[in-house]
């Protein structure tokens, strides 16, 4: 079975400091998948990352993927309030075509 | 061009009961995932369907069955409500197998 792990599961932070979420998986992957999810609120998708060493970067937050190690980190650089969000990572297993398998999560909160 | 929409918004039903939740996928997006996100913890994959027919089911029991429709809507089904099926319940549709996942805003369903 497919294990997906992040760490670390809860992440208190300053503004403006930076920090890295790491997320393991145990198997073969397509391709991996980073989401941001406010409280009470829906997944919203943050990067794809579809081969080893890709690097996707969206204002404060970059993805990056090493596929060779089954690892996938997201730093945030100077961090802001409006970060505040618990963070997962997802993982396609190879040849399932979009049967996910998510990590347990990281919340974040980014104190002023 | 609409997201995917889920039906109802929230539910309370008693252990024992049975409920269906309703999907609207995205315009021509022709496969459909369903997850549950019980509280403080990641999405688990209950079931996929594409092009009408399941393909790939996770770690649930039988209780929990779906539909695909010809416009590529589709159903959960939850028979025997436990407490334990207390939980967020999201859709995702897709292009096909293998592309990017859209989320809907999920069903909020309580068994009591």
């Known amino acids: 079975e497919l294990k997906v792990e992040q760490n670390p599961l809860f992440l208190s932070m300053q503004e403006g400091k930076n920090y890295t979420i790491y997320c393991n998986y145990s198997?073969?992957?397509?391709?991996l998948y980073w989401y941001r999810q406010d409280p009470g609120k829906s997944l919203e998708s943050l990067f794809v990352l579809l081969s080893n060493g890709a690097v996707k970067q969206e204002g404060r937050l970059m993805a990056s993927l090493d596929t060779k190690a089954r690892l996938s980190t997201l730093h945030i650089t100077a961090a802001v309030h409006d970060l505040s969000a618990t963070y997962f990572c997802a993982v396609d297993m190879a040849g399932t075509g979009n049967q996910f398998y998510f990590g347990t999560g990281t919340s974040l909160t980014v104190i002023p | 061009e609409t997201g995917v929409t889920q039906s109802p918004t929230h539910l309370i039903k008693t252990r024992g009961q049975q409920v269906t939740l309703r999907c609207s996928s995205q315009s021509g997006h022709n496969t459909v995932s369903w997850y549950q996100q019980a509280l403080g913890q990641g999405p688990q994959f209950i079931f996929q369907?594409?092009?009408?027919?399941?393909?790939g089911r996770g770690n649930f029991p039988p209780r929990f069955s779906g539909l695909q429709f010809p416009n590529y809507s589709s159903e959960l089904n939850v028979n025997a409500l436990e407490l334990d099926d207390s939980a967020l319940y999201l859709c995702?549709?897709?292009?096909?197998?293998?592309?990017?996942?859209?989320f809907g805003p999920g069903t909020r369903l309580t068994v009591t």
């Open positions: 369907y594409y092009r009408e027919e399941e393909n």
């Open positions: 995702a549709s897709s292009l096909g197998r293998g592309f990017e996942q859209y």
């Open positions: 198997t073969t992957s397509d391709r």
